[in-house]
């Protein structure tokens, strides 16, 4: 997966200077970013603050984490089946 070149509280901030008034393609040339870019951001991001940010990519690696564990799980319980066949 792509790695963002922003950190939670660099998002933030530009999300901010908007709030602020500024225009958004006067932020999205500053910053180098392109219009839908600010949007996805303002769109997932709007309205946090850097701790519920922190938060929110702590719980989303976790949910990860958690679905592959469901995932080796579902794929142990198909190999037993194949193995050991249905019951008769």
């Known amino acids: ?17 908007a709030e602020a008034g500024k225009t958004v393609p ?3 040339r500053e910053h180098g ?3 839908a870019t600010f949007y996805k951001w303002r769109a ?3 309205g946090m603050d ?7 990519k702590e719980l ?8 592959k564990l469901l995932a080796e799980a ?9 193995v050991f066949g249905t019951k008769r």
Do not use: T
């Not at 997966?1 to 200077?17: E, G, H, N, P, T």
């Not at 579902?74 to 194949?82: C, G, T, V, Y």
């Open 1 to 17: 997966m792509k790695r963002s070149r922003f950190s939670d509280s660099q998002i933030l901030a530009v999300l901010k200077q």
């Open 74 to 82: 579902h794929l142990d319980i198909h190999a037993l089946k194949s």
């Open 60 to 67: 989303e690696s976790e949910n990860g984490k958690l679905k």
């Open 26 to 28: 006067d932020l999205c």
């Open 50 to 56: 850097v701790s519920e940010a922190r938060r929110l």
């Open 44 to 46: 997932k991001y709007g």
């Open 33 to 35: 970013i392109s219009n």
